[in-house]
């Protein structure tokens, strides 16, 4: 996750917020000591169930029953990330709001000292609920368009409507943000939703780049080139006051805002930042208790968290240990750039490609930007 936002105006933001508490330093020392903990992020999907059927869901989310673990088990994972000292739960699915126990979960999450966060497609936010949403320090709504792009994403006619409305309750009661993944379908709705964000005072912008997984496939991707303009665009963006503009899944973008604004802070920031922290900042735990990289990345399970150590899997798993150390092993364009330490390409999308170690193919970057001199 990339902050272009404190990149540019090097302030503290809603990111910084949620993890570091309202700290206003150029590096903030809570942010060396969570990169220096080894206590990562928590993805948690819940569920695999869905009201919706997006076509490009990372989890290939369906409106049927799936095999998740019942409440007393949820309990005793919240019990054993804690005990491990984990920072935040990011509590997604499928759709995290059709668990019926969803608020009990964190709210128990919240006395054990994590701080929780919610990702929702926001269509199941209402007049009868919204006010439980207190129990997430942030909530996190996905809208990928206006209107009938939005609907054609999801599957479901009014979803834009019914979204946009759970956005709007939820900011009365918490922290928000939109949550926006581009493909080759919606890049040019980018302007618009943003527009959207401003108009209805809702603080944060995250953009995804899209990661091969479940339903989504490179074809439904945007070209580099394509990218590329985006980023600029989304640099000029941040620049504005009154909204945090977030980019996740492509690491290059934080070596492009230093190549842009050529701020040796910014070069600091990412230096402690680094890039995709898969394995290492961040995990992902299934509606099974199962423990992946990150949430993309289901095809790999390294152990399960109701019985295998979690310290162990994260100290001692092969591909979790390498991911620490992608560096030595990076291949291709990512090899050879002299960025790779703080950036280093997203590992799972290289995998789909075809070689994990390869080259990151949505790396947009020119080879006389960031090959390293001989």
């Known amino acids: ?25 150029k590096i903030p020392e809570k942010l060396v000591n969570f990169v220096r903990s080894g206590r990562p992020i928590v993805v948690w999907n819940l569920t695999k169930k869905c009201n919706l059927r997006c076509i490009h869901c990372y989890a290939s989310a369906e409106n049927e029953n799936s095999k998740e673990l019942d409440f007393a088990s949820c309990i005793e994972v919240v019990n054993r990330l804690a005990d491990f000292k984990v920072p935040v739960i990011l509590f997604s699915g499928g759709e995290p709001l059709l668990r019926q126990d969803i608020f009990e979960i964190a709210a128990y999450a919240r006395r054990k000292g994590i701080k929780c966060v919610l990702s929702t497609n926001g269509t199941l936010i209402n007049k009868e609920n919204y006010e439980d949403l207190k129990v997430f320090d942030y909530v996190g709504v996905s809208l990928d368009g206006v209107g009938k792009v939005n609907d054609f994403f999801r599957g479901v006619e009014n979803a834009f409507e019914a979204a946009l409305n759970g956005l709007k309750l939820a900011r009365e009661v918490t922290l928000t943000g939109i949550r926006f993944t581009v493909t080759r379908y919606n890049y040019s709705e980018l302007g618009e939703i943003l527009k959207l964000a401003r108009e209805n005072d809702i603080p944060r912008f995250c953009l995804y780049h899209l990661v091969p997984s479940g339903r989504a496939e490179f074809s439904d991707d945007i070209d580099n080139k394509t990218r590329r303009k985006l980023m600029d665009f989304l640099i000029c963006e941040a620049e504005k006051d009154g909204l945090e503009i977030l980019t996740v899944d492509n690491p290059a973008d934080g070596v492009y805002a230093y190549l842009k604004t050529k701020d040796e802070d910014v070069l600091e920031f990412l230096k402690y930042r680094g890039g995709d922290g898969s394995g290492q900042r961040i995990i992902c735990v299934d509606f099974k208790g199962q423990i992946h990289p990150n949430q993309f990345w289901w095809d790999y399970t390294a152990g399960n968290i109701l019985k295998d150590d979690l310290l162990k899997i994260m100290s001692e798993d092969e591909l ?41 193919p949505s790396c947009y970057l020119q080879m006389d930007e960031i090959a390293a001199k001989i």
């Open 1 to 25: 996750m990339i902050s272009l936002s404190k990149m540019i105006h090097n302030e503290a933001t809603v990111s910084s917020i949620l993890l570091y508490g309202k700290e206003d330093q």
């Open 320 to 360: 979790f240990v390498m991911l620490r150390r992608k560096k030595e092993f990076l291949k291709g364009k990512c090899g050879i750039c002299k960025y790779k330490e703080i950036c280093g390409g997203f590992r799972v999308r290289a995998y789909r490609y075809g070689d994990v170690w390869g080259e990151d």
